[in-house]
């Protein structure tokens, strides 16, 4: 079965960095865009980046000059790398893959990220 295992996340103080990664077991990796996501409390599950197997990426406005999304398809891994963390990014951040061929979609467990001094 499909399996995304998310790890990284934690507690930063503002202005710090966290770096997410999503492992993936039950999936062909490289048919699958990556993406990561991210849900606050009262507010809707937004995507924060993905990546296709091409390596062509697409950011949240917020995420653009501060997270950077790359995958290691040897490892079927994805990372996200994020600097200049704010109070504004603390939320459960979400794995995703979707095929591009049957546009199925999984989800990992989350990961906590909370922003705060």
């Known amino acids: 079965q499909v399996q995304l295992v998310e790890s990284g996340g934690g507690l930063v103080q503002p202005g710090g960095s966290l770096t997410l990664s999503c492992t993936a077991s039950?999936?062909?990796?490289?048919?699958?865009?990556m993406g990561w996501y991210r849900q606050a409390p009262g507010k809707q599950r937004e995507l924060v980046a993905d990546i296709s197997n091409g390596g062509r990426t697409n950011y949240l406005d917020s995420a653009k000059g501060r997270f950077t999304i790359s995958r290691d398809n040897a490892k079927s891994t994805v990372y996200l790398q994020m600097n200049s963390l704010n109070s504004d990014d603390t939320a459960v951040y979400y794995c995703?893959?979707?095929?591009?061929?049957?546009?199925?979609?999984?989800w990992g467990q989350g990961t906590q990220v909370t922003v705060s001094s």
């Open positions: 995703n893959a979707r095929n591009v061929w049957t546009d199925r979609s999984s």
């Open positions: 039950g999936i062909i990796f490289a048919y699958n865009v």
